[in-house]
């Protein structure tokens, strides 16, 4: 949303509001010098500095890696049969959470560390017909322990700190599980002119040698190769999109390492700065504001965006569901821009638009599951939220332009949501008048509020009363509820927010998913788009995630908005029925069940029997597919292109992409 209240994620003005009282009362503070100076405000960050626990600990000099610091615990789990437990969902690869891109990550991360403890300054990653090749050039694994390393849960130096002091790795995990999870796993690691190699299928040791290597000697440093199992993981393929984005990120949060992926670099001189100005660049209204602390690190700006957008990593690891440390980052901003302004900014208005990225180095940090997209640790809240206040001071002081972008940036915020209250106060009446109820809602029983009761708990949004009657005959009422569409919403592309209120649909869409007042207070885990599959539906479906990324882009960022996709044909002869999703999965199942097998087309959803339509949206069984954006910026020209105004160049796109009906109705 732009300062005077349209439809900001695009918007490329930048509008500069007029003082307001506050404002004027802040710059006389300023003036007769009731500010803090900025020797205070150094002053006051190196008292934050002292409360980081991690420079309280004594330093240690990294000790010799040798066999006698791999500590072995208990026994190996059995990986292959509880997958689950250390890399979340399978998977095939269509998912940027998928398996195969943890198992990728795990070894990463090993080679990561070397780098972080000072060994190494390349990472060479090769990924070429599912087989994955990742050389570093550390100082490899002790070569009396490498079998141990790579096949003994629990067994490797992670857990010595004098070897490793902030591991990004899984703790001695992570390495066993890629090994259980192949069908070929190869390990060789280099010392000093030796090596040790392995070689295993499905986790059981199949080959193994050591020896003096022939000259030339290579460096020192771990190689392996690995290839995800389809006994696992079923057909798979890599999206080399989806791994570039994860080396982008090594590369930005090791600042000084190089990573080779397939023969190209990435490699990022200045951090956290280059993530975002790589991600949002271009719609920055003030130079990206950066603080790199021994232990933590962040960088920060502002945009005609709606809402916040986080990037948040502890150890290397990115936290893709926040923890103490994003709350605390949040805390100590909002503190450091009313202790420079000398304000009582709302919290709402410093942080709408802002978009930052936070890097924290923990020695023990505690993650709330195996994956680590969530941290748990509560004692360095505090240290944290007290040095990005005095950095954040600090930089504002010595920043003085970028501060009065930000003040004015705020004020504007301060009074759009003041002009936003008289609207959402009358729309509120006007709901009242009408009904106590959603009218086009069909809720569920539990929500994301009451735990793990509400873990599942989904919202389909449908297109008219014969889908949503199919649906509502074939859901769980406990974890889904229904909201369906009279047809066609409005393009919101361009609009006000307060054109939301005017719009007595999109209102209660609003409303029904319970984020008027903010995201945090979506009721559902997950929104499922369920439109036909039919040029209307994907009208519908393009006009539903503009509104989302208009105004609640955070729901699309944070990957809460699905597509559901259900089968286009059914193949069945009188003992069989197969749902085909793709025109290949209906020519092999016409092969399957001969000549005589009857095909139907589906068009809509309504034309599916409830009891046929039940195993679309049973959650083991239904397929969804993620709505993800790879980079925010590519969001206004993508919206400005296919929603906004005709143009020449979308005309002429249309007329080389348009399908005749005989090509839509296969």
Partial sequence: MGDDGTFRAWANAKTVAKPSARTAAASATQKTGGKKSLAESEKQLAAAKAAD?????????????TDDKIQHLDALEHIRLRSGMYIGRLGDGSNQNDGIYILLKEIIDNAVDEFIMGFGQ?????????????RDYGRGIPLGKVVECVSQINTGGKYNDDV???SVG?????????????????????????????????GKLTAQRSGPLKQPIPPDGTFFEFVPDEAIFGAYSFNMEFVEKRIWNYAYLNAGLTLRLNGKDFVSKNGLLDLLQHEIAE?????????????????????????EQYFSFVNGQYTSDGGTHLTAFKEGFIKGVNDFFQASFKSEDVRDGMTAAVLVKVKDPVFESQTKNKLGNTDIRAWIAAEVQGGLDTWLHKNPQ???????????NEKLRTELSSVKKQAKENAKKLSIRIPKLKDCRYFVQDGAKGADSMIFITEGDSASGTMTHSRNADSQAIFSLRGKPENMYGKKQSDIYKNDELYQLMMALGIE???????????????????????????????FLGYFEELVTGGRVFILETPLFRVRNKK?????????????????????AEVSRFKGLGEISPDEFRQFITPETMHLTPVEVSQLKVIPQLLSFYMGKNTPERRRFIEEHLLTNAEIDV
């Fill in 517 to 547: 007042s903010g995201i945090e207070h979506l009721k559902y885990a997950k929104i499922v788009i369920a439109t036909d599959a039919d040029n209307d539906g994907f009208h519908i479906r393009n006009l539903v995630l503009t509104f």
């Fill in 576 to 596: 069989d029925n197969i749902y085909c999703y793709t025109e290949a999965e209906r020519d092999a199942a016409l092969r399957k069940l001969g000549a005589g």
């Fill in 164 to 166: 490793f002091q902030f």
């Fill in 170 to 202: 899984m703790n001695g995990v992570g390495t066993k599980a890629v090994n259980a999870l192949s069908s070929f796993f190869r390990v060789i690691s280099i010392r000093g002119g030796k090596c040790t190699e392995a070689a295993f299928a499905q």
């Fill in 53 to 65: 626990p991690g420079a309280r600990a004594p330093k240690k000099a990294a000790a010799a890696y």
């Fill in 402 to 412: 970028a501060a009065e972008r930000l003040r004015q940036k705020i004020e504007a």
């Fill in 283 to 307: 719609e920055s209204l003030y130079a990206v504001g950066s603080y790199v602390g021994e232990h933590i690190q962040f960088a920060f700006t502002h945009t005609n965006a709606y809402g």
């Fill in 122 to 134: 390349r990472i060479d990653v090769e990924i070429k017909d599912n087989r994955v090749k990742v």
